[in-house]
Nanobody, 124 residues
């Protein structure tokens, strides 16, 4: 069983930055692809970014490309999401997820394990 715990969310003004972390335990983190998703009130959960097991491949939603960076530290069993130039429309609960196949994917249904989420609020 894989456990994922997100941290680093909070309230920030538009144009500011936050770094989210997701700590994994209970599995072989270095073999998993990891993804970040977000869900705003009244909206469906959507893909934000993904990274392959080695970190060699990354993918981003068009809405965050150039502003967000996903990275991982397999020695620390942690994946990160650096968010710069935040906008009010980035406000959502952010979730990390693990895909046991190791190949980064943008598809929500391919991720087997999910964290509880961390709230990000961007004020205008």
């Amino acid at each position: 069983q894989v456990q994922l715990v997100e941290s680093g969310g909070g309230l920030v003004q538009a144009g500011g930055s936050l770094r989210l972390s997701c700590a994994a335990s209970g599995g072989t983190f270095s073999s998993y692809a990891m993804g970040w998703f977000r869900q705003a009130p009244g909206k469906e959960r959507e893909f934000v970014a993904a990274i392959s097991w080695s970190g060699g491949s990354t993918y981003y939603a068009d809405s965050v490309k150039g502003r967000f960076t996903i990275s991982r530290d397999n020695a620390k069993n942690t994946v990160y999401l650096q968010m710069n130039n935040l906008k009010p429309e980035d406000t959502a609960v952010y979730y990390c997820a693990a895909d046991l196949w190791g190949i980064a994917t943008t598809h929500l249904y391919e991720y087997e394990y999910w964290g509880q989420g961390t709230q990000v609020t961007v004020s205008s």
